[in-house]
């Protein structure tokens, strides 16, 4: 068990609400995509959604397992405009996830299963900050 299990539950549905907002933000940037680069954009808003929607059930998983109950309340959600704004607002939903993450995993204490949970969730975090980053790049 944790050495906090109260603070690091609450982690676990700061960090569900966080994801859920990211799986509703980005399908929903997939379907609105437009534009000559929104086919190739657009896969890339479906493909992080899938994977924030594994990073959502990881966590649920890992919060029931601690006795706790799993959030479906999101975050606020941010949809609209044109590619080059869905691509900000990603890459800004994923620097405040970076630092979300790095904060949880310090909280961790002797639960290494958590913080490893944490720490995969973090790389794949760093890597969607990158696409958008590319992308934004791209954009210019």
Not at 23 to 39: I, K, N
Not at 45 to 51: L, N, T
Not at 54 to 70: D, F, Q, T
Request: charged residues 30%; proline residues 4%.
């Amino acid at each position: 068990m944790p050495k906090k299990p109260g603070a690091l539950l609450d982690a676990l549905n700061e960090a569900i609400s966080a994801e859920l907002m990211a799986v509703t933000q980005y399908m929903w940037h997939h379907v609105m995509a437009s534009g000559l680069s929104a086919p190739a954009v657009s896969e890339e808003f479906k493909k992080a959604s899938i994977d924030e929607m594994k990073h959502a059930e990881h966590l649920a998983e890992r919060l029931n397992y601690l006795g706790g109950v799993p959030t479906t309340k999101p975050k606020p959600i941010k949809v609209g405009g044109d590619l080059k704004k869905m691509l900000k607002d990603n890459l800004s939903a994923e620097y405040t996830a970076i630092a979300m993450y790095k904060r949880f995993i310090k909280m961790c204490g002797d639960d290494s299963t958590t913080r490893r949970l944490f720490e995969e969730i973090l790389a794949e975090e760093e890597d969607h900050a990158d696409q958008w980053e590319t992308l934004l790049d791209i954009q210019k």
